[in-house]
T-cell receptor, first 114, second 113 residues
Framework: AQSVSQHNHHVILSEAASLELGCNYSYGGTVNLFWYVQYPGQHLQLLLK??????LVKGIKGFEAEFIKSKFSFNLRKPSVQWSDTAEYFCAVNSKTSYDKVIFGPGTSLSVIP | DAGVTQSPTHLIKTRGQQVTLRCSPKSGHDTVSWYQQALGQGPQFIFQ???????QRGNFPDRFSGHQFPNYSSELNVNALLLGDSALYLC????????????FGSGTRLTVV
């Protein structure tokens, strides 16, 4: 079955700490990968996406993610977090071979302490 | 501004009632997908509409139905509401070419009592 798992339910970091959020997927065939962010009280926004090419993808606000095909992983990283990064982060995937629905992971809640 | 407009923002219904939620996609988008997001969970895919037809459906009962209009706007209908239907309902619009990703609305918070 198609699924996305995220390693941590809740992460608490101090400002300036480095961030890595884990994501693994189970999906047949080639895939597109996404990270979405939901700031408190706001709508889901696309943080970054991977379709093909360089497996290291850079997104908005200094975030990046690395696609490791052999590990079915798409981990999100940021070298130095800010209080404003406090949000819910969702990894998502869909099939590249058809106009397929996007499957979301359960989310990781990030709290950054000033 | 999300670009995707959903109405209403909040709704309280009684168990057994029916509800209709509405979505206007981002200008230029032709595909609408609906998701259910329970508290503390990721969005769960309900169905997707393109060219006024349901193209894909997630693991939701027939009580959940939808419609897409010629102007690409969409409705989500839920019949015979259950307490477990209480959730945030999200509408996402996109172009048939998925390369641009989804644009989400702010959602409709449905509470069933």
């Amino acid at each position: 079955a198609q699924s996305v798992s995220q390693h941590n339910h809740h992460v608490i970091l101090s400002e300036a700490a480095s961030l890595e959020l884990g994501c693994n997927y189970s999906y047949g065939g080639t895939v597109n990968l996404f990270w979405y962010v939901q700031y408190p009280g706001q709508h889901l926004q696309l943080l970054l996406k991977y379709f093909s090419g360089d497996p290291l993808v850079k997104g908005i606000k200094g975030f990046e993610a690395e696609f490791i095909k052999s590990k079915f992983s798409f981990n999100l990283r940021k070298p130095s977090v800010q209080w404003s990064d406090t949000a819910e982060y969702f990894c998502a995937v869909n099939s590249k071979t058809s106009y397929d629905k996007v499957i979301f992971g359960p989310g990781t809640s990030l709290s950054v302490i000033p | 501004d999300a670009g995707v407009t959903q109405s209403p923002t909040h709704l309280i219904k009684t168990r057994g009632q029916q509800v209709t939620l509405r979505c206007s996609p981002k200008s230029g988008h032709d595909t609408v997908s609906w998701y259910q997001q329970a508290l503390g969970q990721g969005p769960q895919f309900i169905f997707q509409y393109y060219e006024e037809e349901e193209r894909q459906r997630g693991n939701f009962p027939d009580r959940f139905s939808g419609h897409q209009f010629p102007n690409y706007s969409s409705e989500l209908n839920v019949n015979a509401l259950l307490l477990g239907d209480s959730a945030l309902y999200l509408c996402a619009s996109s172009l048939r070419d998925r390369a641009l990703g989804y644009t989400f609305g702010s959602g409709t918070r449905l509470t069933v009592v």
